[in-house]
């Protein structure tokens, strides 16, 4: 669709990344350097076949950026407290914030190197940490071509390092973003000194629909997809997020039997009457009797799976015309989060904008994979016929560190 920001998802590997740095050999380019012993850098290798959008800054480590204490910090600590992501494997990179703050600044940071090659993002959303609506939601805005990626704001005020690095991207507007700097999402304090859009509303539902309306003016056309998830269910959230974020598509809301009216009014409307709705999650989360309520609506298709890890790797399979990501073979970009720390995954949805554009799936076990997810990436493990420079790789952002996710699956954090 024209200006609709949504990328090929299979796209021919090689060439350089969008952050700027040129391949090596298989693809794999680490640099360890040591400054008087005190200063470690990584660069973060892009391997895949989504690297062809031309203008999109790509993921790539951070070198340097913003000190000082975040929510989580330590005073006085490096910037590495802050979760910047580091080389964990041969292909993989931990973003190891311990909270959703932390890691969206990370997450940020990635997507859009404040030094080295790249372009600044035109704009930033800034969302309420405490209102995962509002960041799932807000993802959307993430995409290509309004390219605002989400900071999250811990009780609605940003960190004095996120305010950093607000400074350091120093968004000037563009045309793409109706020449705002900052929105504003949810129960925020906004940012002072920026040319800030506001949207906030008094219910999820009501929340999801203005940013859509937002979209909507910012690229003069409607999306390609809805996305109806339960506003209760935040477990389901993160899977979406990371979807909006790569495809442009809204989300809209709904409840377990009932649709909200105001949604189903929206859907009613003649400029969306062509648009198809897809559902996320199983029957017990959205059941047969709400959607009923769209049969004369839209079409609407089921995204499935029994739980929220089912329901991610469904949507990692899932292809139904330019919905789903579609990722059955090698060569491409995932991240990995707790399904059960839903604000990681949203926190992470800048990194699917660009680079490898990671598609999220989801761990209920801190110690070791589900089975599922486990046998799908057997189903796409890399490798190649007989020239070993022409191997397709993946690529998988870990999101949260190590000790966080085991306090918080034991409950003691």
């Given at each position: 669709?024209?200006g609709s920001g949504?990328?090929p998802?299979?796209?021919?590997?090689?060439?350089?990344?969008?952050?700027?740095v040129?391949?090596?050999?298989?693809?794999?380019?680490?640099?360890?350097?040591?400054?008087?012993?005190?200063?470690?850098?990584y660069?973060?290798?892009?391997?895949?076949?989504?690297?062809?959008?031309?203008?999109?800054?790509?993921?790539?480590?951070?070198?340097?950026?913003p000190?000082?204490?975040?929510s989580?910090?330590?005073?006085?600590?490096s910037v590495?407290?802050?979760?910047?992501?580091a080389?964990?494997?041969?292909?993989t990179?931990?973003?190891?914030?311990?909270?959703?703050?932390?890691?969206?600044l990370?997450?940020a940071?990635?997507?859009?190197?404040?030094?080295?090659p790249?372009?600044?993002p035109?704009?930033?959303?800034?969302?309420?940490?405490d209102?995962?609506?509002a960041?799932?939601a807000?993802a959307?805005?993430s995409a290509k071509?309004?390219?605002a990626?989400?900071?999250?704001?811990?009780?609605?005020k940003?960190t004095?390092?996120?305010?950093d690095?607000?400074?350091?991207?120093?968004p000037?507007?563009?045309?793409?973003?109706?020449?705002s700097?900052?929105f504003?999402v949810?129960?925020?304090?906004?940012?002072?000194g920026?040319?800030t859009?506001?949207?906030?509303?008094k219910?999820?539902?009501?929340?999801?629909?203005?940013?859509?309306?937002?979209?909507r003016?910012?690229t003069d056309?409607?999306?390609a997809?809805?996305?109806?998830?339960?506003?209760?269910?935040?477990?389901?959230?993160?899977p979406?997020?990371?979807?909006?974020a790569?495809s442009?598509?809204?989300?809209?809301?709904t409840?377990?039997?009932?649709?909200?009216?105001?949604?189903?009014?929206?859907?009613?409307?003649?400029?969306?009457?062509?648009?198809?709705?897809?559902v996320?999650?199983?029957?017990?989360?959205?059941?047969?009797?709400a959607?009923?309520?769209?049969?004369?609506?839209?079409t609407?298709?089921?995204?499935?799976?029994?739980?929220?890890?089912?329901?991610a790797l469904?949507?990692?399979r899932?292809?139904?015309?330019?919905?789903?990501?579609?990722?059955?073979a090698?060569?491409?970009?995932?991240?990995?989060?707790?399904?059960?720390?839903p604000?990681?995954?949203?926190?992470?949805?800048?990194l699917?904008?660009?680079?490898?554009?990671p598609?999220?799936?989801?761990?209920d076990?801190?110690?070791?994979?589900?089975?599922?997810?486990?046998?799908?990436?057997?189903?796409?493990k890399p490798g190649?016929?007989?020239?070993?420079?022409?191997?397709l790789?993946?690529?998988?952002?870990i999101?949260?560190?190590?000790?966080?996710?085991?306090?918080?699956?034991?409950?003691?954090?």
């Amino acid at each position: 669709m024209p200006g609709s920001g949504r990328q090929p998802i299979n796209a021919p590997a090689g060439g350089p990344n969008s952050a700027g740095v040129p391949w090596i050999g298989l693809g794999i380019l680490v640099v360890l350097t040591l400054i008087l012993a005190t200063f470690v850098a990584y660069f973060f290798f892009d391997v895949g076949n989504d690297s062809g959008d031309e203008g999109s800054p790509g993921p790539a480590l951070i070198t340097s950026g913003p000190t000082g204490p975040a929510s989580g910090d330590v005073e006085g600590s490096s910037v590495g407290s802050l979760g910047y992501p580091a080389v964990a494997t041969r292909n993989t990179t931990r973003i190891s914030g311990s909270d959703p703050a932390g890691i969206s600044l990370a997450a940020a940071l990635a997507a859009y190197p404040t030094i080295g090659p790249g372009t600044p993002p035109n704009a930033v959303t800034v969302v309420n940490a405490d209102q995962w609506q509002a960041g799932v939601a807000a993802a959307t805005l993430s995409a290509k071509p309004v390219g605002a990626p989400i900071l999250l704001a811990p009780s609605g005020k940003l960190t004095e390092s996120a305010a950093d690095a607000l400074s350091e991207f120093d968004p000037q507007g563009a045309p793409t973003t109706g020449e705002s700097e900052v929105f504003a999402v949810g129960k925020v304090a906004p940012p002072s000194g920026y040319d800030t859009k506001t949207v906030n509303a008094k219910d999820p539902a009501d929340l999801a629909i203005e940013i859509a309306e937002l979209k909507r003016q910012l690229t003069d056309e409607p999306p390609a997809a809805f996305v109806l998830i339960s506003s209760e269910e935040a477990e389901y959230g993160g899977p979406a997020a990371s979807w909006l974020a790569r495809s442009g598509d809204v989300v809209l809301y709904t409840g377990k039997d009932e649709i909200p009216k105001a949604t189903v009014d929206y859907l009613k409307k003649k400029e969306n009457k062509d648009v198809p709705v897809f559902v996320l999650g199983p029957a017990s989360v959205v059941s047969p009797t709400a959607l009923k309520a769209l049969d004369k609506v839209s079409t609407v298709e089921r995204v499935g799976g029994e739980d929220p890890v089912a329901a991610a790797l469904e949507l990692v399979r899932f292809s139904s015309g330019t919905f789903g990501w579609n990722l059955n073979a090698p060569g491409h970009g995932y991240m990995v989060a707790r399904s059960d720390r839903p604000m990681d995954a949203i926190a992470a949805t800048a990194l699917s904008t660009g680079g490898t554009w990671p598609a999220l799936l989801l761990t209920d076990d801190s110690d070791k994979l589900p089975k599922d997810v486990g046998d799908y990436f057997l189903d796409v493990k890399p490798g190649y016929d007989t020239d070993p420079t022409r191997a397709l790789y993946n690529h998988v952002w870990i999101i949260g560190d190590e000790i966080t996710y085991r306090r918080h699956a034991a409950g003691t954090d």
